[in-house]
């Protein structure tokens, strides 16, 4: 098939590399344009456009998906399909009307739960038990499209948002593949989504990584979880950050309010509203990120030692 491939971050490689691997004829690459990281800005390029260079296909990087120009091209490559993944702009109906069999979309959830921009992270940090990915004919609408195919995986109580979107990423590759296979034949039904059981999934922002002690084991479970590696989670504790990168529930015996961070031996615990979590990883501001139990032997007046 005739395929333009529109993606960004590093989830939407595996799916490229798999169109690209099945023989497919990809017209174009699109992709957002390069942004400037590190101490001294250096432009560097999105991790679909890198992948898209090492494979010698064309690569482009409207400003706005919206620009005439841009528009104009897209149609006059007559694709059979524009295949989106992770691409992170909205398209107007010019470019969903211009492929034969319209623009599909690889989504992070399985639909209609978690529609929008952070749905790995959102199904981590609400405790969801398992998560997938959904193939859609993209609409007008975020992310309300007809449904086209869905693959599911569990939730483990160790996956964190890091660990998920890995796995989402690999399944992407020969799904999308298949999904193809059966669009050409007419082998895909669409589905309409169930307006009744959509939720959205708003992007992250680093206020919502402060942990209230006050609340469940299993939500601050879930809120670290959900929130490594970026913005991830943390306690202002003496005036001072202190993040928490990996953690895990723990029973033990120990007399401490919520909130409260007790030291046995080399092991650091902290108490949650109805238990507590052994720490596993942290990192106090302005410190690099080690192990709890190196943490520990530090001289750290707010913790307790028994």
């Known amino acids: 098939m005739r395929i333009i491939y529109m ?22 690459v699109v992709s957002q344009p390069d942004k400037p990281v590190g101490r001294h800005q250096e432009l ?30 897209v149609s006059a490559l007559k694709p059979d399909v524009i295949v989106v993944a992770a691409y992170g702009k909205i398209l107007k109906k010019v470019i969903l009307d211009a492929p034969k069999y319209g623009c599909i979309n690889i989504h992070g959830s399985l639909l209609p739960r978690w529609r929008g921009a952070a749905p790995i992270q959102w199904s981590v940090l609400s405790g969801d038990e398992k998560s997938g990915l959904t193939i859609m004919q993209m609409a007008e609408g975020l992310d309300t499209g007809d449904m086209l ?25 020969p799904m999308i593949v298949r999904a193809l296979e059966k669009l050409e034949k007419g082998e895909l039904t669409a589905v309409k989504q169930d307006e009744a059981l959509a939720t959205y999934a708003s992007q992250l922002s680093k206020n919502m990584g402060e942990i209230d002690f006050n609340k469940s084991v299993r939500e601050i479970d879930c809120l670290i979880r959900g929130m490594y590696s970026w913005p991830g989670a943390y306690a202002k504790v003496d005036g ?55 943490f520990v032997r530090g001289n750290v007046s707010w913790i307790r030692k028994i």
């Open 44 to 73: 560097m390029p999105t991790a679909v456009k890198a992948a898209a260079l090492k494979l010698g296909l064309t690569v482009k990087q409207p400003v706005k998906a919206s620009d005439p120009e841009f528009m104009a091209e």
């Open 149 to 173: 195919m869905q693959e599911e995986t569990v939730i483990s109580p160790t996956d964190t948002s890091e660990s998920l979107f890995d796995r989402l990423a690999k399944m992407s590759g």
């Open 240 to 294: 001072k950050v202190f993040k928490i990168h990996k953690a895990e529930p723990a029973c033990v015996d120990i007399e401490a309010a919520p909130g409260e961070f007790v030291a046995v031996k080399n092991d650091l615990y902290v108490r949650c509203q109805d238990g507590f979590l052994k720490l596993d990883e942290v990192q106090l501001e302005g410190k690099k990120r080690m192990n709890a139990s190196d």
């Open 7 to 28: 993606g960004t971050p590093d989830f939407a490689v595996p799916a490229l590399n798999a169109i690209y691997e099945a023989g497919h004829e990809i017209l174009m």
